[in-house]
């Protein structure tokens, strides 16, 4: 097994902007998630529209991630994770929100 990265393993081979861009980023999903399924929880709105609603939320932060990354004049695919990396993430969980609720239908 000496061959297997595991998340701790590729989480620390990160430079120290890499690691702040994913702090950042995970703590604003994690923020967005609470805030969508928040009315679930209490149980007041169906999952499926709270995953419509984080998906939506998403795609928004992605399209805002993108806008910033173009005005700070940062290059896609550089050495270290930025803004278009954190769009690019937050279509992914956009989409899988998307999925989520298409399952739930």
């Known amino acids: 097994m000496?061959?297997?990265?595991?998340?701790?393993?590729v989480v620390g081979s990160l430079d120290p902007?890499?690691?702040?861009?994913?702090?950042?980023f995970v703590l604003r999903c994690l923020a967005l998630a609470a805030w969508a399924f928040g009315p679930w929880?209490?149980?007041?709105?169906?999952?499926?529209?709270?995953?419509?609603?984080?998906?939506?939320?998403c795609s928004?932060?992605?399209f805002v991630s993108m806008l910033f990354a173009r005005l700070r004049g940062e290059p896609p695919w550089q050495g270290s994770l930025n803004g278009?990396?954190?769009?690019?993430?937050?279509?992914?969980?956009?989409r899988l929100a998307h999925?989520?609720?298409?399952?739930?239908a």
């Open 2 to 9: 000496s061959g297997r990265r595991t998340a701790t393993s």
């Open 17 to 24: 902007a890499s690691r702040r861009r994913a702090t950042w």
């Open 41 to 57: 929880l209490a149980g007041g709105q169906s999952f499926q529209g709270c995953a419509v609603l984080l998906g939506f939320a």
């Open 60 to 62: 928004t932060g992605g």
């Open 84 to 94: 278009w990396d954190e769009a690019l993430a937050f279509v992914a969980v956009s």
């Open 99 to 104: 999925l989520a609720s298409q399952l739930q």
